[in-house]
């Protein structure tokens, strides 16, 4: 019976990355066991109102992979106003202490369909310690313009609304239904947006709309014996 030996096959090079956030990350690669060479590490990059460093480890006799993080330490004096917006990279800008952030250096909120964002009221004069701005977010509301065109018909329909509100994003709400509950009287179908059908149960329209009622007439059949 021969039996197998197995053996873990270790690799042969690592990679040292040096990462700095809103930088381009800088690898290099290193012989497996061996130390790198402390030489080649890169300067960060400069930015203004920090001091910035390398949050360095031990780098003999590498085994592994490695990421080294850019420590960011604001200058003494110094104070931050940080611009927040969900799913965008913090924007950061620094004054000195006392000082105010100009209205030309306030960063512009992202757009969104359909909502408006605006960053939020703090005071940006006088800083004398570090602040955040978040961005507020709000749904716009938008209206749906009810056409009905069954004048040549003879139905009332001075009861029903000829417009309705509508948030973005959210729920329409019922759209109005009539029917005469008379034999071969007229009824709602349905509603139309630009010639078709609308079935739409959330809005996410960015804008105003018209929709025009589907008139049908209401057909009553008798069974016979």
């Given at each position: 019976?021969?039996?197998?030996?197995?053996?873990?096959?270790?690799?042969?090079?690592?990679?040292?990355?040096?990462?700095?956030?809103?930088?381009?990350?800088?690898?290099?690669?290193?012989?497996?066991?061996?130390?790198?060479?402390?030489?080649?590490?890169?300067?960060?990059?400069?930015?203004?109102?920090?001091?910035?460093?390398?949050?360095?480890?031990?780098?003999?006799?590498?085994?592994?992979?490695i990421?080294?993080?850019?420590?960011?330490?604001?200058?003494?004096?110094?104070?931050?106003?940080?611009?927040?917006?969900?799913?965008y990279?913090?924007?950061?800008?620094v004054?000195?202490?006392?000082?105010?952030?100009?209205?030309?250096q306030?960063?512009?909120?992202?757009?969104?369909?359909?909502?408006?964002?605006?960053w939020?009221?703090?005071?940006?004069?006088?800083?004398?310690?570090?602040?955040?701005?978040n961005a507020?977010?709000?749904?716009?509301?938008?209206?749906?313009?009810?056409?009905?065109?069954?004048?040549?018909l003879g139905?009332?329909?001075?009861?029903l609304?000829?417009?309705?509100?509508?948030?973005?994003?959210?729920?329409?709400?019922a759209?109005p239904?009539?029917?005469?509950?008379?034999?071969?009287?007229?009824?709602?179908?349905?509603?139309?947006?630009?010639?078709?059908?609308?079935?739409k149960?959330?809005?996410?329209?960015?804008?105003?709309?018209?929709?025009?009622?589907?008139?049908?007439?209401?057909?009553?059949?008798?069974?016979?014996?």
């Open positions: 019976m021969t039996s197998c030996a197995f053996f873990e096959q270790k690799p042969t090079h690592c990679t040292v990355t040096f990462r700095q956030t809103g930088c381009t990350d800088v690898v290099f690669t290193v012989e497996y066991g061996e130390d790198f060479d402390m030489a080649q590490i890169p300067a960060p990059q400069a930015k203004d109102g920090f001091l910035i460093s390398w949050d360095l480890v031990d780098l003999t006799n590498i085994t592994e992979d990421v080294i993080l850019a420590t960011e330490t604001v200058v003494p004096g110094k104070f931050t106003i940080t611009f927040k917006q969900e799913g990279e913090d924007i950061v800008k004054v000195d202490e006392g000082q105010s952030l100009a209205q030309d306030i960063p512009t909120v992202k757009t969104e369909k359909g909502y408006t964002i605006v939020e009221e703090v005071d940006l004069t006088n800083v004398k310690a570090n602040l955040v701005v507020i977010k709000s749904a716009n509301q938008y209206t749906i313009k009810l056409v009905y065109n069954a004048n040549n139905l009332d329909l001075s009861g609304p000829t417009e309705i509100t509508v948030t973005y994003g959210q729920s329409i709400p759209l239904q009539f029917s005469s509950g008379d034999n071969c009287g007229y009824s709602i179908e349905y509603w139309k947006l630009e010639g078709n059908k609308f079935d149960t959330t809005y996410d329209i960015a804008d105003n709309i018209t929709l025009t009622a589907k008139f049908d007439q209401i057909k009553k059949f008798v069974l016979s014996d």
